[in-house]
């Protein structure tokens, strides 16, 4: 076997390979689209529905949390309205200069619901100081009323989306922000109750600086796991350090490099790296060793590994310092792993 780049492209290359990068143990590039569709087509439906009514009666009742409310609404009816056309533009093959399609489409629509939200929050927390100070009249009956109706429209809606596949970083955004939703309108009931039985109107300011509290978590956490994602971050339960001492802890891989772990969209983490093994090594072997390993340990499946024997590198001459990496590797990115002790 020669020592040159035995590079591989796990993207349905490996053994027991389909082709398409559905092996033993396959992945699934997203959602079932027909499915899905279908539950986040009804959840759309009843959330729509509900918030247009909210809005005409919260400004009967003069309520700023049944406005809040309804804004929370269209914040879901959004998510899930992007959900559907980041499934459609997901399920495009790659082809052009897009060499992994468009699903990142889920992610910027992610990000995008997780802004709005953001946004939103920030205006809704300022009209509720400004009723806190000076509280208008407010219709307690109506805001009852409107509430417990919210909060059975919101169960069944989060009902459909919890049939989705929710490992979709937009689809799961979209269920938890109809929970947060149902935390809300729970809230406004009580504040609906307080002004019905006491007179106390600062309450109904009060319920819709909780929903703002709501919103800005759900805002700040699809902004930073969708973030996390658009640059090129590890997946937030995969620790690059820990995977590539794995790798090198590998008999008989001797280094470990150029390391990179991503995510392409949810649930489709991909790696790639640069595998040293000992002269007598069999690359393709380790090569396949390694990838079932990823697999079985880290549930990463699509993986680009070269593979070179550790003798190459002592051939080259040119760099000082020339440790065996730097044969390979003009300018290698990230921590070097050996076996023994780790050079991070």
Not at 202 to 228: F, H, N, P
Not at 283 to 293: G, I, K, P, T, W
């Amino acid at each position: 076997m020669s020592g040159h780049d035995h590079a591989h492209d796990g993207h349905g290359h490996g053994p027991g390979s389909d082709g398409h990068g559905h092996g033993p143990g396959g992945h699934s590039h997203g959602v079932s689209a027909d499915a899905d569709r279908r539950w986040l087509a009804i959840a759309l439906a009843l959330i729509g529905g509900f918030m247009a009514v909210e809005v005409v009666i919260g400004v009967m009742a003069n309520s700023l949390a049944l406005i809040s409310d309804a804004a929370h609404m269209l914040t879901d009816a959004v998510s899930i309205v992007l959900a559907l056309i980041a499934m459609r533009l997901a399920a495009r093959p790659a082809r052009g200069g897009f060499t992994y399609g468009l699903k990142r489409a889920e992610i910027l629509s992610a990000q995008a619901n997780g802004l709005t939200l953001i946004l939103l929050a920030l205006w809704l927390a300022y009209e509720a100081v400004r009723r806190l100070m000076n509280p208008p009249p407010v219709e307690g009956g109506l805001v009852v009323v409107t509430a417990l109706a919210g909060i059975v429209v919101n169960v069944a809606a989060a009902w459909c989306i919890s049939r989705a596949n929710r490992s979709a970083l937009v689809v799961e955004g979209a269920y938890q922000h109809i929970l947060n939703d149902l935390f809300a309108f729970i809230g406004t009931a009580i504040a609906g109750v307080i002004v019905l039985t006491t007179g106390f109107r600062q309450a109904d300011a009060i319920a819709t600086l909780v929903v703002v509290v709501l919103m800005l978590k759900a805002g700040y956490g699809l902004v930073r796991e969708s973030g996390r994602i658009l640059l090129e971050a590890s997946p937030a339960h995969v620790d690059p350090d820990a995977v590539g001492d794995r790798l090198a802890g590998h008999p008989p891989v001797t280094e470990v490099h150029d390391l990179h772990i991503w995510t392409i969209t949810s649930g489709q983490a991909a790696l790639s790296a640069h595998v040293l093994v000992e002269p007598a090594g069999d690359c393709h072997a380790v090569r396949r060793d390694l990838e079932a390993l990823l697999d079985k340990e880290y549930g990463i499946t699509h993986t680009t590994l070269q593979v070179d024997h550790a003798q190459d590198s002592l051939l080259t001459v040119g760099r000082t310092g020339g440790g065996a990496s730097d044969a390979h590797c003009a300018d290698a990115h990230g921590p070097v792993h050996r076996q023994g002790p780790h050079d991070h």
